[in-house]
């Protein structure tokens, strides 16, 4: 059974960092694609940030030059760091793990099989 966990999620203040976790039990990390995306209240959930299993990433246009995707194989984790937070930043923050590109591209919500239930950040000015 596959689980996957986000923490690292909280309150800071604009112009603040975080950093967020995804521990995956169940799975190697190593072996499928995984990306990071959140979902504000009222908006769609959207891709963030993507890793492929050969080391790639991906950013959205909105976070590139402020977040940075990592993974931690030793720790079967993956990483979402977070700088220059601002208010547009706050949001449900979610994991996903395996990609299936027959489903979806990869910041679509169709293209991964699991999901964790999310880490709230919360940027105040």
């Known amino acids: 059974q596959v689980q996957v966990e986000e923490s690292g999620g909280g309150s800071v203040q604009a112009g603040g960092s975080l950093r967020l976790s995804c521990s995956v039990s169940?799975?190697?990390?190593?072996?499928?694609?995984m990306a990071w995306f959140r979902q504000a209240p009222g908006k769609e959930r959207e891709g963030v940030a993507s890793?492929?299993?050969?080391?790639?990433?991906n950013y959205a246009d909105s976070v590139k030059g402020r977040f940075s995707i990592s993974r931690d194989t030793a720790k079967n984790t993956l990483y979402l760091q977070m700088s220059s937070l601002n208010a547009e930043d706050t949001a449900m923050y979610y994991c996903?793990?395996?990609?299936?590109?027959?489903?979806?591209?990869?910041?679509?919500?169709?293209?991964?099989?699991?999901w964790g239930q999310g880490t709230q950040v919360t940027i105040s000015s």
């Open positions: 890793f492929t299993v050969d080391g790639s990433t």
């Open positions: 169940g799975l190697t990390v190593s072996t499928v694609s």
């Open positions: 996903a793990a395996w990609f299936m590109p027959w489903s979806g591209g990869r910041f679509a919500e169709s293209g991964y099989k699991y």
